[in-house]
């Protein structure tokens, strides 16, 4: 696919799954040796540690990588410290680099330099798995009222669109589809959306209630559930 091919969005994807599914669909994962940039909480780190030779998993976050090296882990993770824009890793060293809605987090101006970091360590035919949440939806209506990632997502399409027409990568398939995200009211979403350690975010007695407010709408006696678009851009890395 030539960069004049790719699509930020898809309004009529309509698929429901899992990331892991999706993963699973579009990678060789069975004896890779796998960077993961921008962890978290390392959920889908552990997922890939299963059929994975090895994963290196990267966080900027110091209290969430300090949770993570904490906490039990498979034998063959590292969690270390270390950005996108300047990986820690060998030339050519890995098969797979994955981001997982992490790429849009990197400073703008910084990337360019995700991709060429990114096509400096990976094998010659190596893979890089990107995913983006996409602009729209019902829960995005929620977070751009405390957070509106609009320029950074667009930021981020636009430094991928870049990584192909530069040849620095190969884009070898996209795939949109819908991730389920549930929560059982108000104080979860809170926990896991709002508090988080990566992005402090500070919101007035009103603009929390607006937000409160604006989630309530969506619940149920099941509770809360949204179907968040995702785009997951496949890269190949041709040449040396």
């Known amino acids: 696919m030539e960069a ?5 969005a898809d309004p009529n994807a309509l698929r429901i799954a899992d990331e892991g599914d999706i993963l699973k669909e579009c990678l060789p994962l069975p004896g890779a040796k796998v960077l993961e940039l921008g ?3 390392a959920e889908k780190t552990r997922l890939v540690a ?6 290196l998993a990267l966080e900027v976050d110091v209290m969430q990588l300090a ?3 904490a906490a039990e882990k498979p034998g063959n993770v590292q969690f270390a410290f270390g950005g996108a824009e300047s990986i820690p890793a060998d030339d050519s060293s890995v098969d797979i680099v994955l981001m997982f809605k992490s790429l849009h987090h990197v400073p703008i101006e910084r990337m360019d330099d995700t991709f060429s970091e990114i096509h400096r ?6 893979l890089a798995y990107i995913s983006e949440p996409v602009y729209a939806g019902d829960f995005n209506e929620i977070l751009r009222l405390f957070h509106d990632e609009k320029v950074v997502r667009e930021a981020a399409f636009a430094a991928e669109m870049k990584a192909v027409t ?3 990568l190969s884009l070898v398939s996209q795939t949109f589809f819908l991730q389920p995200m549930h929560f059982d009211d108000f104080s979860q979403f809170e926990n896991r959306i709002l508090k988080v350690t990566h992005t402090e975010h500070r919101l007035s007695p009103a603009l ?3 937000v409160r407010s604006g989630f309530n709408r969506h619940m149920s006696p099941s509770g809360a559930t949204f179907h968040m678009p995702i785009r997951v851009d496949l890269f190949r890395k041709d040449g040396p």
């Open 121 to 126: 360590v990976l094998k010659p035919g190596g």
């Open 50 to 55: 299963q059929t994975a030779a090895s994963v």
């Open 39 to 41: 962890c978290g909480k």
């Open 4 to 8: 004049s091919e790719m699509r930020i």
């Open 67 to 69: 949770e993570n090296q």
């Open 208 to 210: 929390h209630e607006t």
């Open 166 to 168: 530069t040849q620095r």
